[in-house]
């Protein structure tokens, strides 16, 4: 997940820019939610520790202790501020992740063209 070409997007679990968040962002933009929590920002007990590529195609997701609610989500890049409060859009701040691949074919212009991960809201067990 690192970037040997200089910071493409800012990791949102590192910048300052993206607090207060409306839940706890974990590593390179992935959260976790469940109904056991409470504040507002919205506090779970549970929280995401550490986010590890393991294989090309899978990922490991560490929390810091077992979840305790029901309605368990893993997001991707979801969460974004309101508006008004720096909310928008954009590689440094708003709703974004860190994962991507390591394609190496360059554009027409010689930019890259990395395949980024999609944002996403999924249940889990």
């Known amino acids: 997940m690192a970037d040997p ?5 800012a990791d949102p679990n590192a910048s300052p820019t993206y607090w207060p968040a409306l839940v706890h962002i974990g590593p ?3 959260e976790y939610w ?13 929280f995401i520790t550490n986010v590890a590529v393991i294989q090309p195609d899978t990922i490991r997701i560490s ?8 309605g368990r989500r893993i997001r991707y890049a979801y969460t974004a501020l309101p508006q008004y ?10 709703p974004r992740g860190c994962l991507r691949d390591s394609d190496p074919a ?4 010689g930019h890259t063209l990395y395949n980024w991960c999609v944002h996403f809201d999924l249940s889990c067990p």
């Open 106 to 109: 360059p554009s027409r212009y």
């Open 28 to 30: 390179y933009g992935f």
């Open 5 to 9: 070409y200089g910071t493409i997007i």
């Open 63 to 70: 929390l810091n202790q077992a979840p305790l609610g029901t």
């Open 34 to 46: 469940d109904t056991h929590g409470t504040g507002s920002p919205w506090v779970c007990s549970t």
């Open 85 to 94: 409060q720096g909310g928008s859009g954009g590689p440094q701040k708003g």
